[in-house]
């Protein structure tokens, strides 16, 4: 599992979709991602396991969010 070595400090859950925020301020997603929303090319429309963001690499996050129909990333 990709997180299971990692310190997760904040989840985001949506409507079908969840992103866990990790200690080196990286991003995994899993379940849907309609629209390219949990970071990820549009053709990977499910994701059964957390996996790390690439769209998002190389960005400091800060903070996550999740809602219904909304993805909400802040960078440093």
Not at 36 to 48: I, Q, R
Request: aromatic letters at 10%; a negative charge; one cysteine or more.
């Amino acid at each position: 599992m990709a997180l299971a070595d990692k310190r997760v400090i904040k989840l985001g859950v949506g409507y079908f979709r969840g992103m866990a925020l990790t200690d080196d301020h990286k991003i995994y997603s899993w379940g849907s991602n309609k629209y390219g929303m949990s970071g990820f090319d549009v053709e990977e429309a499910y994701l059964d396991s957390p996996q790390e963001a690439i769209a998002l690499s190389g960005m400091k996050i800060e903070n996550i969010s999740c809602g219904g129909h909304h993805t909400f990333v802040l960078t440093n």
